[in-house]
Nanobody, 122 residues
Framework: QVHLVESGGGLVQPGGSLRLSCAAS????????MGWYRQAPGKQRELVAT???????NYSDSVKGRFTISRENDKNTVYLQMLSLKPEDTAVYYC????????????????WGQGTQVTVSS
């Protein structure tokens, strides 16, 4: 089994900052991509940012210049540093990993964390 555990969400005022963390554990052979998605009430889940094992990053236009994704491969951990937060950033943030298990090292699947709430409000 594989588990993704997120931490770092909470309530913050507009203009504030938060740092999310997500650690993957379990029967992991290789992690190709790790990332963050978010889902606001009444909206579809959307991409926030992703990072490959080689360090290549991708951001949604709405967070470029404000959010930074990073990764520690030896710890199977991904981070999301969020600055200049806006009320529209309010959502449940989900960690995602595309990885293979030790039993099937050549088969990559999507795994999701349970989500962490980020609320930006005064």
């Amino acid at each position: 089994q594989v588990h993704l555990v997120e931490s770092g969400g909470g309530l913050v005022q507009p203009g504030g900052s938060l740092r999310l963390s997500c650690a993957a554990s379990g029967n992991i052979f290789s992690i190709r991509t790790m990332g963050w998605y978010r889902q606001a009430p009444g909206k579809q889940r959307e991409l926030v940012a992703t990072v490959t094992s080689g360090g290549s990053t991708n951001y949604s236009d709405s967070v470029k210049g404000r959010f930074t994704i990073s990764r520690e491969n030896d710890k199977n951990t991904v981070y999301l540093q969020m600055l200049s937060l806006k009320p529209e950033d309010t959502a449940v943030y989900y960690c995602n990993a595309v990885l293979s298990s030790k039993w099937y090292p050549n088969t990559y699947d999507n795994y999701w964390g349970q989500g962490t709430q980020v609320t930006v409000s005064s």
